[in-house]
Every structure is written in C-alpha cells, then in structure tokens.
C-alpha cells in the first residue's frame, strides 16, 4: 500500500490524516496522490465526482463551510504552499459535536486530509500563496451551502497567528455565517 492512515484523529470518528508514500532521489520525487485501491484497502470505498483546485495568498482564510443537504466527503490537500486546515464535528448526536480537528497541510509534508459528511471545513493560508486541491463525492450545490463563523468561541478554534506584516482575510460571506448553535444543519 503507498498511503499511510492515521484514524480517528483528534480522536473524532471519521476524520483521518493520509500520508502517501514518497519515492526520492536526487532528480526530486514520485508519489500517487490517489489510488482506489489503497484507498479501498485502507477502509474507504469513496466515489469521488469532483476535483476542484482554488489558490489563495496569505492570511486568506477560507470557511468554514458545509454542504446541508447534499453533504460531501472531501479529500483535501496542498500542492503548493502551506495551510492550516480545519473539520468541524456537526453530526447532530455525535459524542464530539462541536469538536474541531486542525492540521497542517503542506507541498512539503504531502499530508491528505479525509473529511466525511457532517464536517464543516475551512483553512487559512500560512505560506505566501497557496494551492488547495481538493476531491468531493458529490456535486457542489450552490443553494444548498451552510456555513459557521471561523470565530465561533463554543467551537474556539485556535488558528496559527500570522506574522505581524499580515492580516486575516475574509470574504464577505465568511464574516456572516452564523454561530454553530444558530446554524442550519440537517
């Protein structure tokens, strides 16, 4: 298998940190960034639909988003740059509702990170500029989007600090979203 799974993490069921197995040598390296069959192996059997790929300059902070009714588990990662990415528990009547896991993500480190439905995610660009791809197994509905306050203090979420020469960035929409106990979720 060319992926390593780290489960569980942050010890919220579902979330899970991938690490694909680096082939180097002094020419640079080779690695699949995916494979259904080590996915499969691994305990996935995932139908992604869709590849989307946004670019982002520092202290841009995107999130945190869901989809309400047509939620999706998404594989995210970094191919150029580094970012903080973030999944929030919102499974009505899970035991870690509420609850966020935070990671770093990065071209260096090559980390994935496997976010299945009930999760609302959001990052925030630690480098000069960042790429973020990510894998989703349905189809974005644009009426269907839900959102939660980066700043939540119930959710208290404790993003990296920039350096001092840099500003939080949000767009208009992210500053509006409501907290998590006024959110709509299914």
Not at 88 to 114: C, M, P, W
Request: aromatic share 12%.
């Amino acid at each position: 298998m060319q992926i390593t799974v780290d489960y569980n993490v942050g010890n919220i069921e579902g979330l899970c940190v991938i690490t694909p197995k680096i082939h180097g040598d002094s020419r640079g390296y080779f690695m699949e960034s995916y494979n259904a069959n080590d996915m499969k192996e691994a305990g996935f059997d995932i139908n992604f639909v869709q590849d989307n790929q946004s670019c982002s300059i520092k202290g841009v902070l995107r999130g945190l988003h869901y989809q309400i009714n047509f939620p999706q588990i998404k594989l995210v990662r970094v191919i150029n740059g580094r970012v903080f990415d973030v999944a929030v528990d919102i499974r009505r009547g899970s035991k870690t509702f509420g609850k966020y896991y935070g990671v770093e993500l990065s071209a260096d480190n090559h980390k994935q990170f496997l976010i299945p439905r009930g999760f609302a995610h959001g990052f925030l660009v630690m480098s000069e500029m960042a790429e973020f791809c990510y894998k989703c197994d349905d189809f974005y509905h644009p009426n269907d989007e839900g959102g939660i306050l980066y700043s939540d203090p119930d959710i208290n979420i404790a993003w990296p600090e920039l350096d001092s020469d840099s500003e939080l960035i949000l767009s208009d929409k992210d500053t509006k979203w409501p907290l998590l106990k006024e959110a709509v979720i299914a």
